[in-house]
């Protein structure tokens, strides 16, 4: 599985965008990259998922390079409730299921008014 | 999204005690589920990964006789702890594996198991 690396905390004010970046040097060709939100005493909530390129979707977009070696998380124009952990996962996904996710460290996004 | 859910959501038990935690996908079928732990202020820990009809598949570390693992249909895995010790004490979340769908994991809202 490939590790993933990202920033332990970061802090930002409501209404701007916030970039998260996740290295993941060692990533696989048949390797997903997914992001998930975690409150806490909550269950992880999925974010984004893509494989290369950007993907965007109602909350967020997901910038991969072309080498696949890192992606950044966007959030646009946060707001309080967006104080989470995120965490960034890499996984196979070969149609026939996915393997158990192994969860780094995530980053804990602090929103201040 | 696909909806995953889990009861009990919080469960205190006496120490020797045993406790059942079940996981269901609500709106999909799921031939994968997966059971992880999560101990205050660290990241998630698969302990297990469940298949429908055949046997769990234990992380290294975890005992396989402590936490009995059950996938009888393609919407329900249970986790049954066993003899549970206040050591056991932590959030347990479940996910399932929507193959059908976009191949990507739901998590449920989690277990808190308090073990006095």
């Known amino acids: 599985l490939a590790k993933t690396t990202q920033p332990i905390s970061m802090d930002s004010y409501e209404g701007q965008e916030v970039n998260i970046t996740c290295s993941h040097n060692?990533?696989?060709?048949?390797?997903?990259i997914t992001w998930y939100q975690q409150f806490p005493s909550q269950g992880p909530r999925f974010i984004i998922q893509g494989y290369k390129t950007k993907v965007t979707n109602e909350v967020a977009s997901l910038f991969i390079p072309a080498d696949r070696k890192s992606s950044t998380l966007s959030l646009p124009r946060v707001s309080l409730s967006d104080t989470a952990v995120y965490y960034c996962l890499v996984a196979k996904y070969s149609g026939g299921g996915a393997d158990g996710l192994t969860f780094g460290k995530g980053t804990h996004l602090i929103i201040q008014p | 999204g696909a909806v995953v859910s889990q009861h009990p959501s919080w469960v205190i038990c006496k120490s020797g005690t045993s406790v059942k935690i079940e996981c269901r996908s609500l709106d999909f079928q799921a031939t994968t589920m997966f059971w992880y732990r999560q101990f205050p202020k660290q990241s998630l820990m698969l302990m297990a990964t469940?298949?429908?009809?055949?046997?769990?598949?234990?992380e290294q570390g975890v005992e396989k006789d402590k936490f009995l693992i059950n996938h009888a249909s393609l919407t329900l895995s249970t986790l049954t702890v066993t003899s549970a010790h206040p050591e056991d004490s932590s959030f347990y979340i479940c996910?399932?594996?929507?193959?059908?769908?976009?191949?990507?994991?739901?998590f449920g809202p989690g277990t808190r198991l308090l073990v006095l």
């Open positions: 469940s298949n429908e009809g055949s046997k769990a598949t234990y």
């Open positions: 060692n990533i696989a060709t048949n390797d997903y």
């Open positions: 996910s399932a594996d929507n193959v059908a769908g976009e191949e990507t994991q739901y």
